[in-house]
């Protein structure tokens, strides 16, 4: 199974930009599709972003299309979420997620999960 760890959380002010990043061991993210999720407090989880392994689609939720970016570097077996723009309203906890789905449509397709990164911006 694949194990993975997020980084690049942290405190910023609205309008700024962070990049996270998922480390993968175990397995190859270019044989997963990955997503990212986040959840902010009193909130379920909430999709963001995905690039699946067919044909490496990326989908993104409306929220943040146009803001956020997810890419995957195959050789440093790491997934990325660019994050410019950034509102309060991003303030989350932010998962990485693999699937081995060609086309993961929901949570429960993704069946390994990071430990989360915290984001938090500012007014």
């Known amino acids: 199974q694949v194990q993975l760890v997020e980084s690049g959380g942290g405190l910023v002010q609205a309008g700024g930009s962070l990049r996270l990043s998922c480390a993968a061991s175990?397995?190859?993210?270019?044989?997963?599709?990955m997503g990212w999720f986040r959840q902010a407090p009193g909130n379920e989880r909430e999709f963001v972003a995905a690039?699946?392994?067919?044909?490496?689609?990326?989908r993104y939720a409306d929220s943040v299309k146009g803001r956020f970016t997810i890419s995957r570097d195959n050789a440093k077996n790491t997934v990325y979420l660019r994050m410019n723009s950034l509102k309060p309203e991003d303030t989350a906890v932010y998962y990485c997620?693999?699937?081995?789905?060609?086309?993961?449509?929901?949570?429960?397709?993704?069946?390994?999960w990071g430990q989360g990164t915290q984001v938090t911006v500012s007014s």
């Open positions: 997620a693999a699937s081995r789905a060609l086309v993961p449509s929901v949570a429960a397709d993704f069946g390994s």
């Open positions: 690039i699946w392994r067919s044909a490496d689609i990326t």
């Open positions: 175990g397995r190859t993210v270019s044989s997963y599709s």
